[in-house]
């Protein structure tokens, strides 16, 4: 018996082994680990966690907690567990191109942790296609990420990108809406030239349908206005950013040649512009922000879009992410008029702008605005995952502490979609979704990319696996 036991010892790491890379066991544990679960709480060291099918069901510190014997067990030491990220501003479908979606995005997600996305153009007779992926989050876990919320965008006439729906009066954006609504979308997604009284329609039938609206705040409607009508969030602080186009001197002395006829005129911009001025008052500013945040609004400034554009152009073409992106589209990014414009003044105006905004960004969050981490990919230049790591470290850039950028990208996403009770933190009773780190994300933001292993619905995915997905993403894109 003896001699039996000791071959049992001897072989334990062996089958320890078989059973991580089988993956066999329903049960999860990952003992040691140092748990930063985004509820604003200090790091908590040698916590054991257990997860049984895709929830947490024990947490605390090691001593206390026992591990099933059926449990495959991590070990967690000198190691960092967040929640899972999200981006919750990304595009599967280009509907501008009507390019097939390139299902290649997904694994990239997921290989950098994200495992939620907020999609903000679903085209009404697309949705079969996000119920199929829905189904896919469930039936081949790992594979994809949480859909947690799409959007369908309405323009006005003409519209600002090809193939957008439009609405040119009130009772075609009232039908729109409802068609939204029957369509099974999440939210309308407002646009920049929706004329004053359409905008105000969709909002209004926005609430009898009782389906949220979302977007960018149309040019001829005020701020307030938008927080008045319910936008229950901001993309790319459109409607604010304008303070920031110019020196607002030099702009406001544009603006006083200007008003006077456009006050005889009438002009529905009048409005408008007389907030660009205010806007141009810190104090004037704040306040406007503190009455969104009052409103309850969420800014989601995708940073990296205006980032980006003060990088040299060598950069560009030279970025080691180019890999994981598709021929056609690396060739369409390279070939874009952006690229074609880009001069060392644009370069070293786009670099003064961003410092700009980053400006209006610590004055938001002064007024005490919540925020979303989003990427507005498939923007040139912007990476699936990838590019989502780049903008928490841009958030901290703006004067968030790690732990606040942590939060736009997980316990913020919840919040805003309302599933608090299931996603966002690390706790008992909560999914399994989250990213163990081999150093810690709060005493450097970049540590978000020193990824060990993710977690998505309760799955887990080691490094080997996400380093094989992004080998397979490689290789499928630049198979031609």
Request: glycine fraction near 6%; aromatic fraction near 8%; hydrophobic fraction near 40%.
């Amino acid at each position: 018996m003896k001699i039996i036991l000791k071959i049992l010892f001897i072989l334990s790491p062996l089958f320890s082994f078989a059973q991580e890379k089988n993956g066999t066991s329903h049960i999860t544990a990952i003992t040691h680990v140092n748990v930063i679960d985004a509820t604003g709480s200090p790091v908590r060291s040698d916590m054991t966690i257990i997860i049984e099918g895709n929830r947490i069901t024990a947490l605390d510190k090691t001593s206390k907690v026992k591990i099933p014997k059926t449990a495959f067990v991590i070990n967690g030491s000198g190691k960092y567990l967040i929640p899972g990220l999200w981006d919750m501003h990304f595009h599967v479908f280009n509907n501008i191109s009507k390019t097939p979606p390139d299902e290649n995005d997904f694994s990239l997600l997921i290989a950098n942790g994200v495992v939620g996305i907020r999609e903000m153009w679903t085209k009404m007779e697309e949705m079969p296609q996000v119920d199929l992926w829905r189904k896919q989050f469930h039936q081949q876990p790992g594979t994809i990420p949480r859909i947690g919320s799409v959007g369908t965008m309405i323009d006005g006439s003409p519209s600002q990108w090809l193939n957008s729906d439009t609405a040119r009066s009130t009772d075609e954006a009232r039908i729109l809406v409802k068609e939204i609504k029957g369509a099974g979308i999440d939210f309308v997604k407002t646009y920049n030239r929706l004329p004053r009284e359409v905008y105000l329609a969709i909002a209004d039938e926005a609430k009898k349908q009782n389906i949220p609206i979302a977007g960018h705040i149309p040019n001829r409607i005020l701020l307030k206005e938008a927080a008045d009508a319910g936008q229950r969030s901001v993309e790319h602080l459109t409607g604010s950013r304008i303070n920031f186009d110019d020196d607002c001197s030099v702009l406001i002395e544009e603006l006083k040649k200007e008003l006077p006829d456009a006050i005889a005129a009438k002009s529905p911009s009048v409005p408008v512009m007389k907030q660009v001025q205010d806007l141009c008052d810190e104090k004037k500013a704040l306040e406007i922000f503190q009455y969104l945040a009052q409103k309850g609004v969420w800014e989601c400034p995708t940073m990296v879009i205006y980032k980006r554009s003060g990088i040299d152009s060598v950069n560009f073409v030279n970025d080691f992410r180019l890999k994981y992106i598709a021929s056609r589209d690396r060739l369409a990014w390279e070939a874009s008029p952006e690229m074609k414009r880009y001069t060392q003044q644009r370069k070293d105006g786009s670099r003064a702008y961003f410092q700009r905004v980053l400006a209006q960004i610590k004055l938001m969050k002064k007024a005490g605005l919540r925020f979303l981490a989003g990427t507005d990919y498939d923007n040139p230049f912007l990476y699936p995952g990838f590019s989502l790591h780049d903008e928490l470290a841009l958030f901290v850039e703006a004067g968030f502490t790690p732990m606040e950028a942590l939060q736009t990208a997980t316990v913020n996403p919840a919040k805003f979609l309302g599933t608090t009770d299931s996603l966002g933190t690390i706790e008992k009773g909560k999914i399994a979704d989250m990213i163990l780190l081999n150093a810690d994300p709060l005493t450097d933001i970049h540590n978000t990319k020193q990824i060990q292993a993710v977690f998505v619905n309760g799955k887990y995915l080691s490094k080997q696996t996400l380093d094989a997905m992004l080998v397979k993403v490689e290789k499928s894109v630049n198979k031609n």
